[in-house]
């Protein structure tokens, strides 16, 4: 692996086989030999349709599932002065209203995966320097509340501050603005791209929504079928794109394009495209 990847995923096949009575078996290949990299202090996307399988890819780099073949290899990361260890991948679900436990305060919530991790307890500074950056501010106000008074956009904060209070190296963001309104997502991306920035977080960033990609990922696989069609710097798959299926997901999403190398600029232009 070169020093600027983070995971490898190579040639990686999932077939997912089930044995149904007196039907005999039936088998879904979710994966079909996709091979990408996912290189340190960038933002990946993973865009494609329902069941092309950005899913059951993000849950093989999670751990959660094995390939049925291929290799996903993680970078030695120091750690210390010493040893090595792999990197941390953290999550963000699709579902604000559902990936958040109704019987914890926020606090309790965030620091939950601190505690899992550091089997000790998180400074009350740290949590409030955490929900400062994303946003939840006058901390005061949120820390004993239970998700079910915020809003969307405050609880998707919330997943984000329960994924960064342990300082990943990775964070997987599975379609986490698809089920907010537009102008609530697009904050939510320009908190991605400032965790990124500001601290150096990798993405992968799962969604169905191009524009979206096209304003916040460094570099983008486009997905159908279980199969990657296209797959490149974000000019690369936005501006010069090769694959008729990418053409198409531009095309339906009435992008006319401004491309902009500029970071800063692709959310607020992402505003335009997905209002
Ligand atoms: N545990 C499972 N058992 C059987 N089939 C599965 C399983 N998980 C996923 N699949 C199938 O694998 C294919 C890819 O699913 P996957 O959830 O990865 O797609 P996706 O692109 O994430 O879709 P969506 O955007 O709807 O979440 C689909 O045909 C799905 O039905």
Redo the contacts with the bound molecule.
Sequence with gaps: MNENELVRVANVT?V?R?KRLFKGSSS????DGVSLSVEKNRILGII????????????LILGLLKPTSGVISFTDLKDGNSGLRKPEVQVIF?DPYDSLSHMMTIEEIVTEPYLIKHKSHCSADKVRSVLESVGLTPVDEYLHKYPRSLSGGQRQRVAVARAIITSPDIIIA??PISMLDASIGVDILNLILEMNEKLGITFIF?T?DIAAAAYICDNIAV?KS?KIVEYGSRKQVIVECQNLYTSSLLSAAGADFIFSENKKHKAELAVKQIC
């Design positions: 999932k997912f089930s879904v290949t979710a994966l494609g349709e329902s069941g092309s399988g950005k899913t059951t890819l993000a849950k699709q599975d379609e799962i169905h997905m279980g």
